[in-house]
């Protein structure tokens, strides 16, 4: 595979307008002898963003098709003549051309109206297609997640991974190594205070970032982050996983990047600019929560001061290890809700947002389905070109030995019809691989939305944990109130009243208090909650309506333009045999 | 730039009517199943029109099936040495119990074009054997199948094992294992060479030829797989988008059909004129073990043809009482010597005219294969052309929401 330290200086040059598969995809196309491990990158790049929910099984089902995608790459890679022993196929680089050059016409290229390069400069990021003949038309897709009306950008690039070592000295050598990525900027938004800027971060930083934003940023639809897996880290080469981690890791900064709410968000911004250790609350591990938790469950039970929820606190959801007893509680209610015991003071009233909700499920469960298809769709179309070139190969070959042993001029009739079928078998050949790559473009749309659903469901559940802290609250409330109803009732009955009995009410009455700030907090944070909901299910009603369209413009545009080429090289071959034809019976 | 002609066929007999070319058709037509289970097999008429004067009438209608016409090509084989005998289509033990009706079609079309073949070459058209094939009843037919002696009496897949035999044998002999029995005939031995090879270079291309209608088909099967879960998609989206993704969706599956059907007319029209090739290539070396024979036949009967001389001179010098006798049996094996070297030679007459016409047959079988290949290829694309292109006013008009 492409070294990634290379890809990372040449990507530089490849910046400015291109959109991130391009890079992955036609960089390949560059060197024609990597388009078959550009497929690989494309399919595991694929398989990056397929994050079902039903994670463990499913993603390891991914992995497995990526790889093996990747095994059956390797052996006909290798023994693909159009890669390695018969470059003259390469015909970006003709002087690497051997003897058969002669057998071949000028580069098909040449042939080809339009480009995939120049349809790439065309279309802004703002995924405005160059309209225009369909023949001419590739347009290169992209997400129209920036919004069309600014010209602001913010475009990151991660590469250069180093491996670093933490700690001066270690008994062991080679513990504590880690991977650091270069993770460079370019913006013209003026909140980032510069231009340009570059930063090194571990993955550990990624997963501070993702878990920082997901406490903040409550609600949203959040891009899932990439995933720690342990296993993979183990199975694959060092090299590969660290290239395929590089490539999701900009994957997920690049959403972030097109988010509108998020991109604006102070920890992206110290993410992408602090130099030196990232300043972002580490994301502590639980054993220590645990710990922290464990400490202050027996203050809690005993009523001491803490054992109440302290408004701030109620902001974000319950955690395991800080707060166990808030977990109790909130767990018993959760049963209370779902048996029916008591009717939860303030239920999911929104029928709209319960209509969207079965919406969202459909459509996770199509956009799988369909992203599936989707892939096999490409596989069918990879392994359609590859055989064309094979028979294309086979038969120059079979032209060449017939021109060296020809002893009849037949023979040599023959091995001109064969070659320029062959010639034409192998443009076709290379035009299925053209059109495949943007394919692999224009259906990844099905993998982002795919990876979003998680995102949404993510939302979802940030809105019914909110809810469920609301319900507990209102109910501790209430049971607090009774209590004190009682207390005063029974305090009053004693003339002079109870001095202990008074400052238990007064104690009571404080937690009532606070208790209450607490409510109303947790209500507040509910309904911004909901409308975060509500204006991000917005935002991906008319994203997902725009991206799709434009999927299909350009899955459809794709298709029409590359058969359109294909028909007219096949057209020509019959023209040139057509004597053959008024001879047959 | 296309020169190759067809050789014009034409009998070189007694005179004909005037007013008639002299012509031989023969069709093979209406496949029938017969039988059942392992037995079932299936038959075919054969229907013949000619105006050849040893035939029996214009016109003749008889049923045959596949093991009548191997008994055709061995008789012709075993006759006509030297000759490429066209070769036949494989029996497949395994395709029989499918029997598919595209299996049973490409089946009669190649036995047809055998026997087609055959009628239209000058010298095997005036065989006898085939006179039989194409107007004996169906009984003498059967009989004359099962009581052929020898290695005739063998079914089929045995012949298959038998040709493979001769396959390496041939080789054998090339690569010199055996006794080398050189002709000393360089440009022979470049012949042979050249047909060993290509054998190779076709078998190779033949085997890309079939993956590739495998791939239509591949192709196919995930457009309809893919065209039915757009549709579901669409179902789901509701508004202008779905029916935009419904749309997708059927034209998915509408080409799919397509490339299903393209697949079966690359296998009929591109694959098998290339396995077509492939066995007559493997004809043409059985051919070349027959010449080998004839040739060691040759050889080896010199040989004891001198032995036998010397042994007669001795004799005569001693005037021994064998002389008659011995001078009997030379005789006899000198007329068994000349008629082993007209044997060989007329192989060799036979060969050199062969392959002329072989060369040029075969351009003209593979420049209509390959004119059908791109015919297909281009008609396949534009329908993939136009079925997308429909789509797209559809797509221009669905604006964003």
């Known amino acids: 595979m492409m070294g990634s330290e290379n890809r990372g200086s040449d990507e530089a040059h490849l910046h ?74 390469d015909l970006r680089n003709p002087s690497s051309a051997p003897d058969n050059s002669t057998y071949l016409d000028t580069p098909p290229y040449t042939d080809v109206a339009f480009s995939p390069f120049d349809a790439a400069t ?54 504590n190594t880690y991977v650091t990525y270069l993770i460079k900027t370019r913006t013209n938004i003026p909140d980032f205070g510069g231009s340009e800027f570059g930063v090194r971060r571990r993955f ?63 920890e992206l911004k110290v993410f992408l600019q602090v130099q030196g250790k990232l300043p972002l609350a580490l994301t502590t591990d639980m054993a220590s929560r645990m710990l922290d938790g464990a400490v202050k469950l027996p203050k809690q039970l005993f009523g001491e001061s803490g054992a109440v929820l302290a408004p701030h606190e109620v902001v974000q959801p319950a955690k395991g290890g800080r707060d166990l007893l808030r977990l109790f509680k909130e767990l018993k209610q959760s049963v209370a809700n779902d048996w029916g015991a008591s009717r939860p003071l303030v239920g999911e009233e929104d029928k709209e947002f ?85 394919t692999v473009k224009h259906l990844d749309t099905f993998h982002e939305y795919l990876g979003l659903m998680l995102a949404v469901n993510g939302a979802f559940s940030d809105r019914s944990s909110a809810l469920l802290t609301v319900q507990t609250l209102l109910s501790e409330l209430g049971s607090l109130q009774s209590r004190a109803e009682k207390l005063e009732v029974q305090s009053n009955k004693i003339f002079g009243g109870d001095k202990s009995r008074i400052r238990k009410l007064e104690e009571l009455n404080e937690t009532i208090r606070v208790t209450q700030d607490a409510k109303n907090v947790a209500i507040r944070e509910y309904e911004r909650i909901k409308e975060n909901n509500r204006s991000e299910l917005e935002r991906l009603d008319n994203e997902r309506h725009a991206d799709f369209l434009n999927m299909l413009k350009g899955f459809v545009h794709n298709q029409v333009g590359y058969a359109e080429k294909i028909a007219n090289v096949w057209s020509n071959v019959a023209e040139e045999t057509s004597p053959y034809a008024k001879e047959s019976p | 730039m296309i020169t190759a002609q067809r050789s014009i066929s034409g009998p070189s007999q007694s005179p004909r009517s005037p007013s008639s070319q002299p012509y031989l058709s023969v069709s093979v037509t209406d496949p029938v199943k017969l039988g059942n289970g392992v037995q079932a097999y299936i038959s075919y008429r054969v229907i ?109 897949a045995d012949l298959m094992q038998i040709f493979k035999d001769v396959q390496s044998k041939v080789s054998d002999v090339v690569l010199g294992k055996e006794k080398p029995v050189d002709e000393s005939n360089p440009e022979y031995e470049k012949l042979k060479h050249y047909i060993f090879e290509l054998e190779n270079h076709l078998a190779e291309a033949q085997k890309h030829a079939y993956r590739l209608v495998k791939r239509h088909r591949e192709l196919g099967q995930s457009l309809a797989d893919f065209g039915k879960a ?47 090739y492939v066995r007559a290539v493997q004809s043409i070396k059985a051919t070349i073990a027959e010449r080998a024979n004839a040739f060691r036949q040759q050889c080896e009967l010199a040989e004891t043809i001198k032995l036998k001389e010397i042994n007669l001179d001795k004799l005569m010098l001693t005037r021994s009482d064998r002389v008659g006798e011995a001078e009997h049996e030379y005789n006899e094996l000198k007329a068994e010597g000349e008629e082993a070297t007209r044997r060989f030679e007329t192989i060799v007459r036979r060969m050199n005219e062969e392959i002329v016409h072989f060369q040029e047959q075969k351009t003209t079988d593979m420049g209509v294969a390959f004119h059908e290949f791109a015919k297909g290829q281009a008609r396949l694309a534009n329908s993939i052309a136009d079925a997308w292109r429909s789509l797209l006013p559809k797509l221009e008009s669905c604006s964003p929401a």
């Open chain 1, 16 to 89: 400015a307008p291109k959109e991130e598969m391009e890079d992955l995809v036609l960089y390949g196309q560059l060197n024609g002898n990597t388009s078959y491990s550009n497929y690989r990158s494309a399919m595991s790049s694929l398989s990056d963003t397929t994050h079902p929910l039903s994670s463990s099984p499913s993603s390891s089902q991914i992995v497995s098709s990526a790889a093996s995608a990747t095994t059956t790459a390797t052996t006909p890679a290798d023994a693909d003549p159009l890669f390695a022993p018969s470059p003259y196929l």
């Open chain 1, 122 to 175: 065309a279309a802004e990021i703002n995924g405005i297609e160059s309209p225009g003949k369909s023949s001419d038309n590739t347009s290169s897709y992209s997400l129209s997640r920036s919004p069309s009306s600014s010209s602001e950008y913010l475009k990151i690039t991660v590469s250069n991974p180093q491996k670093e070592q933490e700690g001066a000295n270690s008994i062991v050598p080679g513990a």
């Open chain 1, 204 to 266: 550990r930083d990624v997963v501070t970032l993702s878990d920082r934003l997901a406490e903040s940023y409550r609600g949203f639809f959040i891009p899932p982050r990439p995933d720690k897996s342990v296993v993979e880290s183990q199975v694959m080469q060092k090299q590969e996983f660290v290239e395929q981690r590089r490539v999701a890791l900009e994957k997920y900064l690049r959403r972030l990047a097109s988010h509108p709410v998020l991109k604006r968000s102070d």
């Open chain 1, 354 to 438: 319960l209509e969207k909700k079965v919406k969202m499920n459909e459509l996770e469960q199509q956009l799988s389905n369909a992203s599936q298809q989707a892939e096999s769709l490409v596989k069918a179309q990879q392994d359609m070109g590859e055989t064309l070139g094979e028979l294309g190969l086979a038969f120059i070959k079979l032209t060449k030995f017939e021109n060296e042993e020809a002893l009849f001029s037949s023979q040599r009739v023959r091995a001109a019809d064969m070659k320029s079928v062959a010639t034409a078998a192998v443009k076709a050949s290379r035009f299925y691989r053209e059109l495949n790559a943007q």
């Open chain 2, 48 to 156: 013949t029109k000619t105006n050849f004067l040893e035939y029996q009438g214009p016109e003749k209608i008889v049923i045959r099936r596949y093991s009548d016409f191997v008994w055709l090509r061995d008789r012709l084989f075993e006759k006509y040495k030297g000759i490429f005998i066209p070769p036949l289509p494989e029996k497949s033990a395994v395709e029989k119990f499918r029997f598919s009706a595209e299996f049973i079609e490409m089946r009669r079309q190649a036995l047809d074009v055998f026997v087609n073949r055959i009628a239209s070459h000058h010298e095997l058209q005036q065989s006898e054997d085939l006179r039989t094939f194409l107007q004996a009843d169906e009984e003498t037919m059967e009989r004359l199948r099962f009581h052929e002696t020898g290695i005739f009496k063998k079914k089929p």
């Open chain 2, 230 to 276: 757009a549709k579901l998609l669409g179902a789901s989206e509701g508004n202008a988008l779905g029916k935009a993704f419904t749309e997708l969706g059927v034209k998915s599956e509408t080409l799919s059909i397509r490339l299903q059907k393209e697949a079966q007319q690359l296998l009929m029209n591109f694959e098998e004129p290339l396995k077509d």
